[in-house]
C-alpha cells in the first residue's frame, strides 16, 4: 500500500496527515505541543487512537516508544555507532526486528527484516516540503511503518533532537 505523510505546517505540535494513493486521508498523528518529549496520538479519521507514540527522555541517542492498545509494542532507536551511515532499529519483542537505513535526512531510505525489504521511504516525487511517500509491502504492518517515519522525521528534522535542524521549513 502507498501512503503520502504531509506535515501540516505553522501549527502548535507537531501534525502529520497521512493519505493513501487515491488521495484519501485515511490517517492523522497529531503531536502534543509545549511538551519536553515528543508524545504524539497516531489515529484513524474517526479519532481512534490506533498508537501513540512517546519520545523516552536520558537515553543515548533519540529513542521512542510505540504502543498500540495501550500496550508497548516497540521502540525505534538511532543507532548511534554506525559506519556512514545512519541507521534506526525497530525493536519488537520477538523475532521481527526492523532496520530502517539509507539517507533518513533526505527522506530517502527502506525498512527491512532480516535483509529482505518490506516498505520504501521516498521524497523524490515529492517537491513539497515535509511530504514524503511510504511503499508498505502487503502482510506488514501500515501503523508501525507509518509511525516509525514519523519518529525518524522527528528524530532526524526536529529542532530539538537533531542539533538545530527544523521540521518546519
Not at 66 to 87: D, E, N, P, S
Not at 131 to 140: F, H, L
Not at 141 to 166: K, T
Request: hydrophobic share 40%; glycine share 8%; proline share 2%.
Amino acid at each position: 500500500m502507498r501512503y503520502v505523510i504531509k506535515q501540516k505546517w505553522l501549527s502548535i505540535g507537531d501534525k502529520y496527515f497521512i493519505r493513501n494513493s487515491d488521495g484519501e486521508d485515511v490517517f492523522f498523528v497529531k503531536g502534543r505541543a509545549l511538551s519536553l518529549k515528543d508524545k504524539l496520538s497516531f489515529q484513524d479519521m474517526e479519532g481512534n487512537e490506533l498508537a501513540f507514540i512517546s519520545q523516552k527522555l536520558l537515553a543515548w541517542g533519540p529513542t521512542y516508544h510505540v504502543y498500540i492498545r495501550g500496550q508497548h509494542y516497540a521502540t525505534v532507536k538511532k543507532k548511534l555507532f554506525t559506519f556512514l551511515r545512519c541507521k534506526f532499529e525497530v525493536d519488537i519483542p520477538g523475532p521481527d526486528d526492523l532496520l530502517a537505513e539509507g539517507s533518513l535526512l533526505d527522506h530517502e531510505y527502506k525498512f527491512t527484516r532480516d535483509g529482505e525489504t518490506v516498505a520504501r521511504v521516498s521524497k523524490k516525487w515529492f517537491s513539497w516540503t515535509d511530504t514524503y511517500g511510504v511503499d508498505v509491502n502487503p502482510g506488514e504492518d501500515d501503523v508501525l511503518i507509518l509511525a516509525s517515519a514519523i519518529v525518524i522525521d522527528l528524530a532526524c528534522h526536529n529542532s530539538r533532537n537533531s542539533g538545530g535542524a527544523s521540521s518546519v521549513d
